[in-house]
């Protein structure tokens, strides 16, 4: 899975090196194109901000990928908004 260089920056960012990396191979397992990359990478790091453990969001995320999304609040139209809203603009 490929991220953006936005989304790729906001992990940089918001998390160390060493788990940005490991949010990073637990998307590697995930099918998508970029734009849904950056979706699937930011309801992670959302989640994870809000206090859930990164194997309960790959959990989630494997197990249904549209819960993960709601529970990140990017289970609408809107979500590229929320993503920047939350991270600052550009993805």
Do not use: C, N, Y
């Amino acid at each position: 899975m490929v991220l953006s260089d936005w989304m790729s920056g906001v992990l940089a960012r918001e998390f160390s090196p060493k788990f940005a990396a490991k949010i990073t191979t637990a998307l590697a397992d995930m099918d998508a194109d970029r734009q849904e990359a950056d979706r699937f990478a930011g309801a992670m790091a959302i989640l994870l901000q809000d206090g859930d453990s990164l194997d309960t969001v790959v959990k989630l995320a494997k197990a249904d990928w549209r819960d993960l999304f709601m529970a990140a609040g990017l289970g609408h139209a809107d979500w590229a908004t929320v993503l920047a809203d939350r991270f600052g603009p550009g993805g």
